[in-house]
Nanobody, 123 residues
Framework: QVQLVESGGGSVQAGGSLKLSCTASGFRDRLYSMAWFRQAPGKDREGVAA???????GYADSVQGRFTISRSNAKNTLYLEMNSLKPEDTAMYYC?????????????????WGQGTQVTVSS
């Protein structure tokens, strides 16, 4: 059974930084693609950043240049380093996994979700 457990959320002021982690277990192989999604109150869940099993990455326009996604296969851990945070980055952040490549970074493409970690950015 696949389990994804996020950590690292918190409250910061605008311009600050946070690093999220997601520890994964239960994968049958290392060919899962991983991603971070977020959901703000009253808004749809949206893809933020994705990383394929071969290391290819992609980002939403809103976070390009500020966020960096990475993974450690040895540690079964996914990371999201977030810099220059803005109040509009405030949301619940979710770790997500998919068996296969991300053709579209959309919630309906996700096979497994974490429980989420809250990020709050104050102005």
């Amino acid at each position: 059974q696949v389990q994804l457990v996020e950590s690292g959320g918190g409250s910061v002021q605008a311009g600050g930084s946070l690093k999220l982690s997601c520890t994964a277990s239960g994968f049958r192989d290392r060919l899962y693609s991983m991603a971070w999604f977020r959901q703000a109150p009253g808004k749809d869940r949206e893809g933020v950043a994705a990383i394929e099993s071969d290391g290819d990455t992609g980002y939403a326009d809103s976070v390009q240049g500020r966020f960096t996604i990475s993974r450690s296969n040895a540690k079964n851990t996914l990371y999201l380093e977030m810099n220059s945070l803005k109040p509009e980055d405030t949301a619940m952040y979710y770790c997500a996994a998919r068996a296969g490549r991300w053709l579209l970074l959309r919630p309906e493409a996700v096979n497994h979700w974490g429980q989420g970690t809250q990020v709050t950015v104050s102005s």
